[in-house]
């Protein structure tokens, strides 16, 4: 995996969000980085976030890199993929942000976690915006009322920040416009009730252009910069 050209794509890919709006989070997606050593000269380039999809990856990368005693707090930390109640151990001690929270009971186990890890763990609400059965999270016409839900049983160890979705990939990304269009719908439904609901990640190397015009804050990309065909 080559270095330099990681950085140059990281740069370019800073420079275009922030042209587009200086207050858009980049997340990047490390899930298919094994190198260690590059995971952490990320943050020698500016790289604040980065996330994983698989909770036994996220405890082995945290690992390694105090291994090699690289400070872990340089990171905020994200977990993307489907949690499973029997993986939230491992994901509650690494992570700051959630973004694929589906159910309530998923909440109450994170929250019951995140007390016994003295931490308050941020959420993202995740959204299935698509009928892909390879998709998780809450259909549309649940969501409002788990998030009321969410609410209002005020957990004291968990925080509803915001919305994840995912669309389907197409070769054209154009395609993706109208599943952001409806995520932004619904975000901004709940966001009008919720003042900390303020987060809507959606985006992905393939499809970030569109998600930012269709009002995405947060962005998750991986293979633009680490997918072996481009190194």
């Not at 003295?118 to 915006?129: A, G, I, R, S, Y």
């Not at 409806?182 to 303020?198: E, H, L, M, R, S």
Request: proline residues 1%; neutral net charge; glycine residues 4%.
């Amino acid at each position: 995996m080559n270095f330099e050209y990681i950085k140059e794509k990281f740069f370019k890919l800073k420079e275009e969000v922030e042209n587009f709006d200086k207050n858009i989070k980049i997340v990047l997606v490390t899930k298919y980085v094994s190198d260690i050593s590059i995971i952490s000269e990320l943050f020698n380039i500016g790289v604040t976030d980065i996330a994983e999809s698989y909770a036994q990856q996220m405890q082995y990368k945290y690992q390694e890199l105090k291994n090699i005693n690289f400070s872990i707090e340089n990171y905020t930390w994200h977990f993307l993929g489907h949690l499973q109640k029997n993986k939230v151990k491992k994901v509650v001690a690494i992570a700051d942000y959630i973004q694929s929270l589906d159910s309530i009971d998923l909440a109450e186990k994170i929250n019951s976690v995140a007390e016994k890890n003295n931490k308050v763990c941020k959420c993202l609400v995740e959204l299935k915006v698509s009928k892909e059965e390879t998709k998780f999270g809450l259909e549309e016409e649940n969501i409002f009322s788990v998030v009321e839900t969410l609410f209002s049983k005020k957990f004291s160890n968990i925080k509803l920040v915001g919305l994840m979705t995912m669309a389907p990939y197409f070769k054209d990304p154009q395609l993706t416009r109208p599943y952001f269009k409806k995520a932004y719908n619904i975000f901004t439904q709940i966001k009008n009730k919720y003042k900390d609901f303020v987060i809507l990640s959606m985006g992905m190397s393939n499809d970030y252009k569109i998600a930012l015009e269709e009002g995405a804050n947060m962005l998750r990309i991986g293979s633009l910069l680490f997918s072996s065909e481009n190194n």
